[in-house]
């Protein structure tokens, strides 16, 4: 099995700053696409940024300039670190992983998430 398991969460002032860390492990085989998405009380999830497996990323407009995103392929691994935090940032933030694991006799395309970390800016 997959497992994505996430730190770096927590309570902060508005303008201070978090880094979440994500690391994949398991029978993963191979890691695409990663990144962040939150989701706040009565919202729907979102997406805050995402990182392919070369590198390219983008952003969420209500985070880019201040949120970068950024992955470890060699540790499986994907950050995010979050700069000038706001108390509308508060949510919960995911991670999230497209991959290949080997199951059922076959190589499977599959969209991993992490169990999420709280994230609480205040005013």
């Known amino acids: 099995q997959v497992q994505l398991v996430e730190s770096g969460g927590g309570l902060v002032q508005a303008g201070g700053s978090l880094r979440l860390s994500c690391t994949a492990s398991?029978?993963?085989?191979?890691?695409?696409?990663m990144g962040w998405y939150r989701q706040a009380p009565g919202k729907q999830r979102e997406l805050v940024a995402g990182?392919?497996?070369?590198?390219?990323?983008n952003y969420a407009d209500f985070v880019k300039g201040r949120f970068t995103i950024s992955r470890d392929n060699a540790r499986r691994m994907v950050y995010l670190q979050m700069n000038s935090l706001k108390p509308e940032d508060t949510a919960v933030y995911y991670c999230?992983?497209?991959?290949?694991?080997?199951?059922?006799?076959?190589?499977?395309?599959?969209?991993?998430w992490g169990q999420g970390t709280q994230v609480t800016v205040s005013s």
């Open positions: 999230n992983v497209h991959g290949r694991e080997f199951y059922s006799g076959r190589l499977n395309d599959d969209v991993y």
């Open positions: 990182i392919t497996s070369g590198g390219s990323t």
């Open positions: 398991g029978t993963i085989f191979r890691i695409n696409d």
